[in-house]
């Protein structure tokens, strides 16, 4: 078994041990943690690799201060290459680093809502913009060039390929006066780009509604062309290691298909190379999905979904065995499928090695409630894994050397870098000396739902002595819903915030259910696309009362004493509990939850109208918590952010003006100009000090009545 033998100190070189993990069994004197250092815990993302030099580079996010970090090996010790100061709400992401390592590029703000307004959360008067900005990891410090996203560097870091405005344009790095120069404007919403690998042409995707191209751009006379150009959403394309070749991914156009109905098949997508050297663009299809199980492309979290190795192998997921797995073809089309990774578990990140021979990504094969990562040559001869043991670990990035660097965290420590190194050692790129100590080690725990489905959850409990009555409890419910929270600090930072609050509960003596109802990711495509989840009939809320009833049964808990709370789906999830199960749910804490599924479908496809789909709409409703709130009995605290772009903050307005009506006791928070997923660190800490203590007056304190309210309300 490898060990994490060392941790090393950004800039301190200091070795310290690793955290021991706290026992459960033994009754301790409470020790509520400190939720501001717990949240307030740098939180690393975003992490990529130079392809020819042994360099890494991360966003980390210090209570809401973002910065760029760099390591370069053989010490791969972190250091920041940005100096933004404050809790700003400017969010840094779309790194990119120049194949040498000598220049990092990045976007610092948000993304346009469809008013194109940048997100403002501190609502400066001076507006908010979008732009790229690079840094001379030579030293030279962190420039803003341009307003744009999506930036592409050249292999030296000279030229920066960006987007703007639905513009493809390059502008010279080095230059302060050099002006953008623009290649490509026309139809389409541009996005995907890559250059060859001799940089002479640029693939990218241009994305035009209910259809979308594959556009090459030969860079030295300015001649553009779509290969292979159908009716279907083409994307995703990567260039042959020779760069004669480019493959893409061809997803046919499903016309009624909306959100958050389950979708179990579709007509297969499929694998098609073309020949940019051929002037006839000859085309040919390398892999083509079965009917049924795995028709439906579901994708793995990287910045492309196909990889093409030297041995003229295309690697890519698929869940054809109703996982998502890996598998491999020739580029060719003349040989078998391959498995690289297959089975009753789910791949997630996934990375290529310097060289293109092998994968690097993680899954939850073997520990399903957590992931570690696994190497897989291309071929399929060679899979295994490389991070054994009880943590969590994510977002690989192989090296130049032959090391990999990656993310990771486990039931006790929060994310941070770390390297394996090629001799394999255990190196932590960037990490603090004072790690949380007095955490609580979840257990894994797994329950049947009313229909006898089972539903895993992870399990906080208190380590302070147990009350006669027992713990007051609270489930937490988390977003998406294609998520996985799992059994330590999260890969995303919305979760890697509410796992800490759910520890902090722990740490003030409520037992704390995280629950991983159906139509979440982890449990394969069948547990996914439940049968009739979300707007087809909101079976998933049979989870959330089989977990209520698993809690009540516990002997250290007190049943007439449990609380429930969650974000986005997880409110929704939040509101149908107390709308349906009051006597069980004495309090609920609704995050920007779903009320009413007919507007949030209309928010993520502007052209459904209710009125001319009366089926789909009245199921939509009768699947909404707005059709329960007869039963609505409990208080709740509704937390919201008004420029929220996911769930309208409407959906808020409009439960507390109905349940005000019927007499339930509501409470609100509200942040202005914040958006879905809170950018500020002060709304996070201000939404969860307000939470516990509503929960500590409703649940924990003597203002819990007999009947679910305040003074039994």
Do not use: C
């Not at 420039?143 to 030296?156: E, F, I, N, Y």
């Not at 389950?262 to 079965?290: K, N």
């Amino acid at each position: 078994m490898i060990r994490r033998t060392a941790i090393l100190v950004a800039g301190l070189g200091l070795a310290v041990p690793a955290p021991a993990a706290p026992t459960l069994a033994a009754a301790v004197q409470r020790q509520e943690l400190d939720l501001d250092a717990l949240v307030g815990w740098p939180f690393p993302s975003g992490l990529v690799a130079a392809a020819s030099a042994p360099v890494v580079a991360w966003v980390r996010n210090e209570r809401g201060e973002r910065n760029v970090w760099v390591a370069r090996g053989p010490e791969w010790s972190g250091r920041a290459v940005t100096e933004f100061s404050g809790d700003d709400g400017q969010e840094i992401g779309g790194l990119a680093v120049s194949a040498n390592g000598r220049v990092v590029a990045f976007v610092r703000g948000g993304a346009p809502n469809r008013a194109g307004e940048i997100p403002n959360p501190t609502s400066d008067p001076r507006g908010a913009r979008r732009e790229v900005w690079t840094a001379d990891l030579g030293g030279g410090g962190a420039a803003r060039l341009v307003q744009g996203h999506s930036p592409l560097l050249t292999a030296d870091g000279s030229q920066l390929y960006y987007i703007h405005d639905d513009v493809i344009l390059r502008r010279a790095v080095g230059d302060p006066d050099a002006e953008p120069e623009e290649l490509v404007t026309g139809r389409g919403s541009p996005g995907e780009m890559i250059l060859s690998p001799d940089e002479t042409r640029l693939a990218w995707t241009s994305r035009r509604g209910d259809h979308a191209f594959v556009g090459v751009l030969e860079l030295r006379d300015r001649s553009l062309r779509y290969l292979d150009p159908s009716v279907d959403r083409d994307g995703s394309p990567v260039w042959s290691p020779d760069g004669r070749e480019v493959a893409f991914m061809r997803i046919p156009n499903r016309k009624d298909q909306l959100p958050f109905f389950a979708v179990r098949e579709s007509t297969p997508w499929s694998i098609r190379v073309v020949s940019v050297e051929d002037g006839d663009g000859a085309a040919r299809t390398v892999f083509a999905a079965s009917p049924g199980a795995g028709s439906v492309f579901n994708a793995v979290s990287a910045g492309r979904q196909l990889f093409w190795g030297r041995g003229g192998r295309i690697a890519f997921p698929w869940e054809g065995a109703g996982f998502r797995n890996l598998y491999s073809v020739a580029a060719d089309g003349g040989s078998e499928l391959r498995p690289i990774a297959v089975g009753d578990f789910e791949v997630q990140y996934v990375a290529q090695v310097a060289g293109g021979d092998a994968l690097i990504f993680s899954s939850n094969q073997g520990d399903t409630d957590r992931q570690h990562l696994w190497r897989g040559a291309m071929d399929g001869s060679d899979t295994r894994q490389i991070t054994p043991g009880d943590g969590i670990e994510w977002q690989p990035a192989p090296t130049a050397d032959g090391s990999v660097a990656f993310l990771a965290s486990s039931g006790t420590a929060p994310a941070h870098a770390e390297v394996l190194l090629a001799e394999r050692q255990w190196l932590v790129a960037e990490q603090q000396a004072d790690l949380p100590t007095g955490l609580a080690e979840p257990r894994q725990v797994v329950f049947t739902a009313p229909d006898g489905t089972p539903i895993h959850g992870q399990l906080f409990l208190p380590q302070d002595a147990l009350p006669a009555e027992g713990w007051p409890a609270a489930l937490f419910l988390h977003g998406g819903s294609r998520r996985q929270m799992l059994l330590g600090f999260h890969h995303l930072g919305y979760y890697h915030n509410a796992y800490s609050f759910n520890q902090y509960l722990a740490s003030k003596g409520y037992a704390v259910l995280s629950v991983n109802y159906r139509s979440g990711t982890g449990y394969g495509m069948a547990f996914r696309e439940a049968e009739n989840y979300g707007a087809g009939g909101a079976s998933e809320v049979q989870d959330v009362l089989g977990a209520g009833v698993y809690m009540a049964g516990r002997d250290d808990v007190d049943a007439t004493r449990i609380g429930l709370w969650g974000g986005s789906y997880g409110g929704y999830l939040t509101a149908h509990g107390l709308a349906q199960a009051s006597r069980l749910f004495r309090a609920g804490v609704d995050v920007h939850g779903v009320h009413d599924w007919n507007p949030v479908i209309r928010n993520f496809v502007p052209s459904y109208d209710p009125a001319a789909r009366p089926e789909v709409a009245r199921s939509a409703f009768e699947s909404s918590p707005m059709a329960f709130l007869d039963g609505w009995r409990s208080p709740v605290l509704l937390i919201h952010g008004d420029d929220d772009r996911n769930v309208p903050f409407s959906e808020s307005v409009e439960l507390a003006e109905s349940l005000r009506s019927r007499g339930v006791h509501v409470e609100q928070l509200v942040f202005p100009d914040e958006v879905h997923g809170f950018l500020l660190h002060r709304n996070w800490m201000a939404a969860f000090r307000a939470a516990a203590e509503f929960f500590d007056r409703l649940l924990a304190g003597a203002g819990a009545g007999a009947d679910g309210g305040p003074n039994g309300h």
